[in-house]
């Protein structure tokens, strides 16, 4: 399993992407979110998704340097047809449109239908946060991925549907980044390119039935994740089927339907922002803010070795041990990328 640096593997993967046709710049603001991923722990948002995305240039599917349109404007809401650019590139767009605006009038809200994968939430929170703004988001996957299985059910109906929550501190900001099934499937996908079982309660075969064989995901018949809570996924399901119709109806892209094939290749977007000084006051948000998270980290610890944590912890804690150590790539995901650099004649980083 190769550990390779983070600078060297953000210009490695921005050299794929440029070999693949995709414009410098977007190449680096995609390769950049990619592994700051891999850096925050997500290695499902992370790296391995390379060979999936450069398909999608290859084969016209992603379409590198797509304009971001407007369709509707007003001083509070925008929404954007993305033109199945690259992810990363157009739902940054969004948000730069959307900051300005919640800072003149305090809130801002905007959509994004055909948006390649958006990848991690969390980084548009952590975005918003730099500039003292709350963030909301959520995202389907445009009528696709439809892979989580309703409580009772045996087929899946809806996509992972994440949700996410970025709020600043005066100090890191608190990020809630999480999928409404038990796990997101790019961490589904990681196991099966490891040749390795899911952990129990994240799937079901075809029949309905616990299983811990990834490839149920991806072979026919074909299986499901489940939602999460446990004896009560009616509440992560609940959940993710009102992101699907909120990110599906207000962008004017799709909610989940048969009527698309079951391989996802990008989303529907809902960003709504926040301007604490709007409201009770920056400085009152802040300080409450703070208070509340020192609070719940002085929880005392069932375990004295493992402290309290809040959101956003455990990102930063990945974050600052593998910018030391090297980000790890399990072996069936780097072959799939060497072979990805070998088609495009890019060198492997040493």
């Known amino acids: 399993m190769p550990s390779i640096p983070p600078d060297k593997l953000t210009a490695f993967a921005s050299r794929l992407f440029e070999a693949a046709g995709v414009p410098a710049a977007e190449a680096a603001t995609v390769a950049f979110s990619l592994v700051d991923a891999n850096l925050c722990g997500h290695d499902s948002h992370g790296i391995m998704r390379v060979p999936q995305y450069v398909g999608f240039v290859r084969d016209g599917t992603y379409r590198p340097g797509a304009a ?18 690259l992810g990363q590139v157009q739902a940054h767009r969004l948000l730069s449109r959307l900051m300005p605006k919640a800072k003149a009038l305090g809130v801002a809200t905007g959509t994004l239908r055909r948006c390649g994968h958006s990848g991690r939430l969390g980084e548009y929170a952590e ?25 009772g059910g045996t087929e899946g109906r809806i996509s992972t549907n994440p949700i996410c929550f970025g709020v600043p501190t005066p100090t890191d900001p608190i990020v809630l980044d999480f999928g409404t099934s038990v796990a997101a499937e790019g961490k589904v996908r990681v196991q099966h390119q490891k040749n390795e079982p899911t952990p129990d309660g994240w799937l079901v075969d075809h029949a309905g039935q616990p ?11 074909r299986g499901g994740l489940l939602p999460f809570g446990g004896s009560q996924a009616y509440k992560g399901f609940g ?8 990110c599906g109806g207000l962008s004017g892209g799709q909610c989940s339907t048969p009527d698309v094939p079951m391989p996802g290749v990008g989303n529907a977007l809902v960003f709504a922002l926040f301007d604490p000084a709007a409201f009770g006051g920056s400085d009152h948000f802040l300080r409450e803010a703070s208070a509340l998270a020192e609070y719940v980290r002085g929880c005392p610890p069932a375990d004295p070795s493992r402290p309290v944590l809040l959101p956003g912890d455990p990102e930063r804690m990945s974050r600052a041990a593998r910018t030391k ?16 650099a070998g088609e495009l004649g890019v060198a492997l980083p040493v």
């Open 211 to 221: 299983t811990t064989n990834p490839a149920v995901l991806y072979s026919e018949p």
């Open 239 to 246: 959940l993710g089927l009102v992101i699907d119709l909120l």
């Open 68 to 85: 971001f349109e407007v369709l509707n404007e007003t001083p509070a809401v925008l929404a954007a047809d993305g033109g199945w650019g």
């Open 325 to 340: 150590t090297g980000i790890p790539i399990a072996d069936g995901t780097w072959s799939l990328i060497a072979k990805t």
């Open 127 to 151: 975005t918003a946060a730099r500039e003292g703004l709350a963030f909301f988001g959520v995202v389907n996957s445009h009528g696709a991925g439809r892979r989580v299985v309703p409580p």
